[in-house]
């Protein structure tokens, strides 16, 4: 039999909208709660910058700066049933590798379409989720299931008031993203440094960096986008690059049109910072290059945070590693009732946040049923192993199908938006990093599904 719950949907990004838009076409009660005045999360651009705390998250929840493009065509990077396409008034941006502002009209458009402002409660912050007594015996509802009680804040009407409201549900969805809290480097003499300091989630244009040294740390691709962008304001910009895999041609042929980008190897150590009285910016890299550097930008990626999430011990938090979790998703001892949506990386998004929303608004109605605890934990810590083994190792590019097929009938994508995306990875490692995204020639396969979803006007 399926049944209706009470489900609270933590973060109004792509994957907690995602996970709310498949929990309403299930029959479930959702109310997601966003902790800001707006859904969109990291694609909702807030230009505050440090605010006193630069190597902190100063409250700023998006790490998004002005440039940013998405990295996937606009075909592809959408959700399965809504296509993204360009405003057809004119209006906006139509290019296929869209600003940020664009993708969150994009979120917008989709929440409007399907009713979900009418589920999300905005500037609701979650503090605390932990169990709440289960269902009384008897009362015919999975007795003994785990229930969970939210404690969540909203600024009141009167000035500077937050109201704190409890509150139970029969399940969690936790949808809060995984790029705000800044990972920092280790590097000798760094709490000493007294000139310009910050992690990338404080960048946002380049202009104050105008005629400075700036030493960026980390090369994936927040760092390429950043130190690029520097080259055409900064005297020079110097980058302590991990290891030279990342080299592509394209990396390559950017690095020889600017005289003054300057890659150093890390070999270990990102790079010190050497403290003299007469030169208080020296900068020593692993190469043995010393500069006088003005600012260090760390571009160094993200920790995930979950600072509300009381499980007793049950799901940890380590870094950018947390679990265990089932296919990513249930976390063996407490599934069905907690769910983590959004916190893969590298998949095809939002693709896989709708699979997985789906197949958690399936399970939790019973129209799917999970695998015991001990087969879901033995599944988790073999992940966990082959992680460990290989952390660079990523998913394939099919993952997304592999995962809907599995668990809940996601349709696969169609073999024009595979082809497509082949091509556009191809482009970033041998193209022009600076051109990739606006010069590409697409096959006769991709023109035909551009086409057929009404992308191109169709052949008489
Ligand atoms: C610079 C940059 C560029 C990127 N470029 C791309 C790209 O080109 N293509 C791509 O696919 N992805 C890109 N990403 C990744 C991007 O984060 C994801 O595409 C997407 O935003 C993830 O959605 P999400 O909903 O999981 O997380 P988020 O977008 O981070 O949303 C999480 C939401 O949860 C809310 N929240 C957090 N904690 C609480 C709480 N306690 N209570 C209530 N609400 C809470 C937040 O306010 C936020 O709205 C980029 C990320 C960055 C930082």
Known sequence: MVSSKKVCVIGGGMSGLASARELLREGHDVTVMEQIGGVGGQWLYDPRTDAGDPLGTAGVHSSMYTSVRLISPREMTCFSDFPFFPKNDGTGDARRYPGHAEFLRYIRDFCEAFGLMDVVRLNAKVLHVGLAAPHAAGDGDGNGIKRWKVSWSRHGDCDGEVVTTEEVFDAIVVAVGQYTQPRLPSINGMDKWSRRQLHSHSYRVPDSFHGEVVVVVGFHESGKDIAQELCNVAREVHVSVKSMDGLTPAV????????????????????????????????????????????????????????????????????????????????????????????????????????????????????????????????????????????????????CDVFGAKHCDFPPVEQWKMELLSSAFARVRDGDVESYCDSYHDSDLVREGLRSEGWLPRTP
Not at 274 to 293: L, Q, R, T
Not at 336 to 360: D, I, K, N
Request: glycine fraction near 8%; aromatic fraction near 8%; proline fraction near 7%.
């Open 252 to 399: 390559s042929k950017a690095v020889a049109r600017h005289h003054n980008l300057h890659l150093h190897l890390q070999e270990g150590n990102p790079c010190s910072i050497v403290h003299s009285e007469s030169d208080p910016g020296n900068v020593m890299f692993a190469d043995g290059a010393c500069v006088v550097a003005d600012s260090i930008i760390y571009c160094t990626g993200y920790d995930l945070s979950l600072p509300f999430l009381d499980t007793g011990g049950l799901v940890t938090v380590d870094g950018d590693r947390f679990g265990p979790l089932f296919e990513h998703t249930f976390p063996p001892a407490l599934a069905p009732t907690l769910s983590f949506v959004g916190m893969l990386r590298l998949v095809m998004v939002p693709r896989f946040y709708e699979a997985q929303g789906r197949w958690v608004a399936q399970v939790l109605s019973g129209r799917r049923q999970l695998p015991s605890s001990e087969e879901m934990m033995r599944s988790a810590e073999e992940y966990d192993r082959a992680r460990e083994a290989c952390p660079s190792c990523r998913l394939e590019l099919d993952y």
